[in-house]
């Protein structure tokens, strides 16, 4: 249980393009999920929380209208990178929690995010 | 605030070896605390969670943590290292009142034959 679906895996835009990234509980409803981005050969960083019906909560030093993030029903986030550039490549990682306190987090696969 | 410190970003062990995986926290309030496993361009794992319940916690794969208050540490630890247990571990902290988890820094285990 507890299966969380990120699509795409892998995406290559070029400069300038909008790039939308999935997250999708598949067996549970997920009020919240978390996105994470991942530089190579390090930690994960938390990019934004986002919220069933209302606005993400973002982490300072996130660029709120560069990193557009959606949370329109129970099992689905979306994560828009808008005008993207080289410097946004990276491994970005969502995920869901379980309501309960102390809940792990359930990820999905990850997006490698490549952009010319 | 909280904070996780993993000691050593990469630890290499003999196959059949002992696994020590070292992590420190702090927090303010008692934590919850976990272990996940990363492979390479998947996303995380869990490997077990500390709740507040048995000091010492068992998780899948052999993976077992020992939660000591008086040293705020959480490692890691597996009596005999396999191949497949090669990988980057998270010792990852979050706090009672919500669900935000900080991750520690990772360490890369490395599996020798």
């Known amino acids: 249980g507890a299966v969380v679906s990120q699509h795409p895996s892998w995406v290559i835009c070029k400069s300038g393009t909008s790039v939308k990234i999935e997250c999708r509980s598949l067996?549970?409803?997920?009020?919240?999920m978390f996105w994470y981005r991942q530089f190579p050969k390090q930690s994960l960083m938390l990019m934004a929380t986002?919220?069933?019906?209302?606005?993400?909560?973002?982490e300072q030093g996130v660029e709120k209208d560069k990193f557009l993030i959606n949370h329109a029903s129970l099992t689905l986030s979306t994560l828009t990178v808008t005008s993207a550039h080289p410097e946004d490549s990276s491994f970005y990682i969502c995920?869901?929690?379980?309501?309960?306190?102390?809940?792990?987090?359930?990820f999905g696969n990850g997006t490698r995010l490549t952009v010319t | 605030a909280q904070s996780v410190t993993q000691l050593g970003s990469h630890v290499s062990v003999s196959e059949g070896a002992l696994v020590l995986l070292r992590c420190n926290y702090s927090?303010?309030?008692?934590?919850?605390l976990f272990w996940y496993v990363q492979y390479p361009n998947q996303g995380l794992q869990l490997l077990l969670k500390?709740?507040?319940?048995?000091?010492l916690v068992k998780g899948i794969n052999g993976f077992e943590a020992e939660f000591k208050k008086s040293e705020t540490s959480f490692h890691l630890t597996k009596p005999s290292a396999h191949m497949s247990d090669a990988a980057e571990y998270f010792c990852?902290?979050?706090?009672?009142?919500?669900?935000?988890?900080?991750f520690g820094a990772g360490t890369r285990l490395f599996v020798k034959a």
């Open positions: 995920s869901a929690t379980l309501a309960g306190q102390g809940s792990p987090l359930h």
């Open positions: 067996d549970f409803q997920a009020t919240t």
């Open positions: 986002s919220n069933e019906g209302s606005k993400a909560t973002y």
């Open positions: 927090s303010s309030v008692p934590p919850y």
């Open positions: 500390y709740t507040s319940a048995a000091t």
């Open positions: 990852a902290v979050s706090d009672t009142g919500g669900f935000k988890t900080i």
